[in-house]
């Protein structure tokens, strides 16, 4: 993450916290660190770091509830298993000497 990303900033603190759902470092019902606490370790403005939850709100991922932080929703367990899927799919391509950027062209491909 960082300023000389071409993403804004707000979308990649969103990643980080969908990288984090996927590979199940937090789970549905585990509450995320406060969004003052976050912009303080990333370095980033306070709003950056609430546009990120509200974009991560609409995508169901989580619910932000005043008073009580942002908590990760049961439907961030989908994301988790499409993780799984995700690694097999890359150790597959890794077997037959696919590389890593034929793979996500093929997977732009399929889903264009």
Known sequence: MGAQSDRPLFEQVAAS??????????RPGDRLPPAREIAAGLGVNLHTVLHAFQEL?????IEVRRGRGAIVTAAAA???????DVE??????????IT????????????A
């Open 78 to 84: 989908s994301l988790a298993d499409l993780h799984a």
């Open 17 to 26: 916290v969908r990288a984090a759902i996927a590979a199940g470092r937090v």
């Open 88 to 97: 097999a799919l890359v150790a597959r391509a890794r077997r037959l000497g």
């Open 57 to 61: 709100r609409d995508e169901g991922l």
């Open 100 to 111: 890593p950027d034929t793979l996500a062209a093929l997977i732009k491909e399929t889903s």
